[in-house]
């Protein structure tokens, strides 16, 4: 194989994958990032004593590539166990916290569900096989296969605390394209779960990991293990198409331009980032605006921490989601203190809170002192919270998580179009593989 010189656009988590998985195919890289740090989303910053994460606060490693992948770069070994206890989910039922069954035996006495709603849930396996489509929504499919009141307090909870959104704005084909492949082979999502072949590649146990100085590390660890050139503070500003070549026009943090020339570029840049860019001589240079084409909701991260003797519930858990028939501002909360050792001061406790996404955008427009005042006014109720904290912050994104919505089928297609057009372009990212950390590293 001959080596070629390519250029890596995006120091996130699927860029410095993708680095590292063509390094490891022979071929010179040139990772580009336009902030002065690699990560993108992916940060772990210390205050007053607290870790916190404005990223992903958990990797769940459940397939064997992925573990692959963070041995072959020396970060497997270092990487933190959760706490057994984070085994534990919690979801707001009628105002109080309700714990998730973990067993066949939790399930009939959890109250997470009425009676009826559980018979509902159980007829699952004698039920047909459904009409799935391409253009099916999340919500349909549950409502479906499972019965109304599983959206409601299964799935809504769910889906805000994986993508800040709702079920109904959702492609099931992109969002958990799993399910749909569970029903068109096995026609039941138990006997599905239940087959060998959805254990396919994955991992005796799933393990849910973190590090000590937070997910951050996982970055600086992979980023160790890039031999080529790393350039920080570069903005894209313009792709030119030459004859068989890419030139890229960057402009670093110092005001001056630099114009590398690369065999092939990979593009894993945010969605709102391509439409930015001038593309000069791009065939189907229209198409672009289809990929960028992704909505992203605003999404606010509150970080409160305690004294452990002001907080009545044990935080013996990962944390809560709430439904959003529950009517609350919040979408759920870590018990960051308890998922891993480290995250707060000895005798201190940490909750990570999230307000905003596609639920209530709005929230995210509010004050400092007023967010603080809503997300402690309804952890009070919840948890059992007395007095002030005695830590507080406040992350803001104004563009939250990708949705892989009814648009995403586009987007791809558009994408596919674009590379068969324009040899040596490759465009990924997590608004075109998903947005979770393994498809990330796998899917880049």
């Known amino acids: 194989m001959n080596s070629k010189n390519i250029g890596v656009l995006g120091g996130g988590l699927s860029g410095i994958s993708k680095a590292l ?31 916190l994460d404005y990223g992903a606060n958990t990797l ?45 035996l939790g399930f009939f006495g959890s109250q997470f569900l009425s009676p009826l709603g559980k018979v509902r849930l159980l007829l699952e396996p004698f039920l047909p096989k459904g009409k799935s489509t391409l253009n099916e929504s999340v919500a349909e499919f549950i409502v479906r296969r499972l019965g ?18 709702k079920p109904e704005s959702l492609s099931l084909a992109h969002a958990f394209p799993s399910l749909m492949r569970m029903e068109n082979e096995h026609r039941s999502l138990f ?27 996982l970055i600086d660890r992979m980023a160790d293990h890039i031999k080529g050139k790393v350039s920080l503070g570069c903005q894209v500003c313009e792709i030119h198409r030459l004859e068989n070549r890419w030139k890229v026009l960057l402009q670093n943090k110092d005001e001056s331009d630099l114009e ?33 084409d992704t909505q992203e909701y605003p999404l606010n991260l509150v970080y409160l921490g305690f004294d452990e003797s002001q907080v009545r519930h044990p935080l013996d858990g990962f944390g809560f989601l709430v439904p959003e028939c529950e009517k609350l501002n919040i979408l759920g909360s870590l018990f960051s203190s308890t998922l891993f050792p480290g995250r707060s001061p000895k005798g201190k406790v940490l909750l990570t809170t999230f307000v905003g996404g596609e639920r209530m955008p709005e929230l995210t427009q509010l004050s ?67 947005v979770s950390l393994p498809n990330c590293i796998d899917g880049a």
């Open 368 to 434: 400092d002192n007023r967010t603080y005042q809503l997300v402690l006014s309804e952890l009070t109720k919840l948890l059992g919270i007395t007095g002030e904290p005695c830590f507080r912050h406040l992350k803001r994104w104004s563009r939250g998580i990708p949705l892989p919505d009814s648009k995403m089928r586009g987007r791809i297609k558009a994408r596919n179009s674009i590379e068969k057009l324009n040899p040596g372009l490759f465009l990924t990212g997590a608004h075109l593989t998903g």
């Open 148 to 165: 109304k009141e599983a959206l409601d307090y299964c799935m809504n909870p769910f889906v805000s605390g994986v993508y800040a959104s």
């Open 191 to 217: 006997l599905g779960l239940l087959s060998k072949k959805s254990r396919e590649g994955r991992l005796p146990k799933t393990r849910l990991i973190s590090f000590e100085r937070g997910m951050k590390e």
């Open 260 to 292: 590398p020339v690369f065999d092939e570029i990979i593009c894993t840049l945010p969605s709102h980032s391509l439409s930015s860019i001038t593309w000069k001589n791009l065939k189907g240079s229209a198409k672009i605006d289809e990929v960028s």
């Open 60 to 104: 769940s490693l459940r397939l064997e590539r992925t573990a692959k992948t963070l041995d072959s770069c020396g970060a497997l070994p270092h990487a933190l166990e959760a706490n057994p206890e984070a085994n534990k989910r919690f979801i707001v039922r009628k105002g109080q916290l309700i714990a998730l069954p973990t067993s066949p």
């Open 21 to 51: 998985e063509l390094e490891g195919m022979g071929h010179n890289v040139h990772l580009i990032e336009s902030a002065v740090q690699l990560g993108g989303v992916i940060q772990s910053v210390e205050k007053d004593g607290f870790l």
